[in-house]
């Protein structure tokens, strides 16, 4: 005999589609911000990081940027498993 899996609470996936959209417009902020800065600001992306170097600061942002998505989607992963953890101890 199989045991019937229980429903979710009604605003478990509310929660989690909640801190996924906050954590998305963080995301697209600062990666509109950058693309603001490539179209208006050329320039200061074009300077090197450090005096003679060849790093600019366009690589150093577009860096950030991808680590910021790394970073966001290991928050949403944890806070996600955190919160099923809860759910599936509260059973």
Request: without cysteine.
């Given at each position: 005999?199989?045991?019937?899996?229980?429903?979710?609470?009604?605003?478990?996936?509310?929660?989690?589609?909640?801190?996924?959209?906050?954590?998305?417009?963080?995301?697209?902020?600062?990666?509109?911000?950058?693309?603001?800065?490539?179209?208006?600001?050329?320039?200061?992306?074009?300077?090197?990081?450090m005096?003679?170097?060849?790093?600019?600061?366009?690589?150093?942002?577009?860096?950030?940027?991808?680590?910021?998505?790394?970073?966001?989607?290991?928050?949403?992963?944890?806070?996600?498993?955190?919160?099923?953890?809860?759910?599936?101890?509260a059973?």
């Open positions: 005999m199989t045991t019937p899996i229980p429903s979710p609470k009604p605003g478990a996936a509310t929660e989690s589609i909640r801190l996924g959209v906050g954590l998305t417009l963080v995301l697209v902020a600062a990666y509109f911000g950058f693309i603001g800065l490539s179209a208006f600001a050329p320039v200061m992306l074009a300077r090197p990081v005096t003679g170097g060849t790093v600019t600061w366009a690589f150093a942002y577009a860096f950030g940027v991808i680590g910021l998505g790394v970073a966001l989607t290991g928050i949403y992963v944890l806070a996600a498993n955190r919160a099923e953890t809860r759910r599936s101890l059973r």
